[in-house]
């Protein structure tokens, strides 16, 4: 995984919502897709974008897929982002 894939599939706000969502569990890609106004294929876009990134893995149960947060990946990201100081900290209140 490259962190330019990662920064580039946390760049768009619906994948941000889509990790947000998982970040309370496990979903199946029909619950996903019911939170936004969006086409089913354009939901399976967001999603294959942000497996590939590695932020979030499938697995199949049945006939559903199921989607949930790679934990590892998504805090390696948020680590590397506030090693930047970009973690939202005030510079004036130091």
Known sequence: MAMS??????SDPVRRQILELL???????GEIAAHFDLKQATVSYHLKLLKQAGLITERKDKNFI??????SVFE???TWIYSLGLGGQDDDQK
């Open 23 to 29: 970040r309370q569990g496990s979903q199946p890609a």
């Open 66 to 71: 199921y989607y949930d947060l790679n934990a």
């Open 5 to 10: 894939d990662t920064l580039k599939a946390i």
């Open 76 to 78: 390696e990201v948020l």
